[in-house]
């Protein structure tokens, strides 16, 4: 894949880099060395090329792993009672993070859930099993969830992606003036 260095008077000390197509962009100070800039090159390659592996192990997460899953998750937290007859993940829910369908025991995760932490995703899965005992979002849903230790960040995580969403998208390593 070709790399493509892009010096920058206003960039002082940071470096950073992103995929654009079929290339690779790295941003680097205009006064960085030749010596210097081959470095950060290599960092900035191998950086990215983690990065992409964790999201690719992430997005290999399959349906059998996630009925797993969420097994454990009602054993824990719900004391067993919540057994759906189908988890899976779907591709057509790009308003909600997860659905339910009681009188079907099925439950569906969006895929946008797949690159997030697992503790996000287990949040998520909770939320639907729970709503297999508990068809709505009064005081009695709530409860279930207080088992789970991380239901209120991991809410306000979503909130975060969600209100992240509605930004400006600029390259990784531009910021707004």
Known sequence: MPVEIRRSARRTRSV??????????????????????????????????????????????????????????SDRYLDGRARPDSVRWVTNQNSRWGSCTPAEGSIRLSHRLQPMPEYVVDYVLLHE?????????????????????????????????????RLPHLPDGDHPA
């Not at 709503?131 to 088992?147: I, K, M, Q, S, T």
């Open 129 to 165: 099993l729970a709503h297999l005992l508990v068809p709505g979002h009064g005081p009695d849903f709530w409860r279930l969830l207080e088992a789970y230790p991380r239901t209120e960040r991991a809410r306000g995580y979503l909130e975060g992606v969600v209100a992240a969403d």
């Open 16 to 73: 950073s880099a992103y995929r654009e197509g079929d290339r690779t962009i790295v941003l680097i100070p205009a006064r960085m060395s030749e010596a210097e800039e081959r470095r950060w090159v290599g960092v900035m390659l191998e950086k990215l090329a983690a990065k992409e592996k964790d999201k690719e192990r992430r997005a290999t997460r399959g349906d059998a792993e996630l009925a797993e899953r969420a097994g454990r998750l």
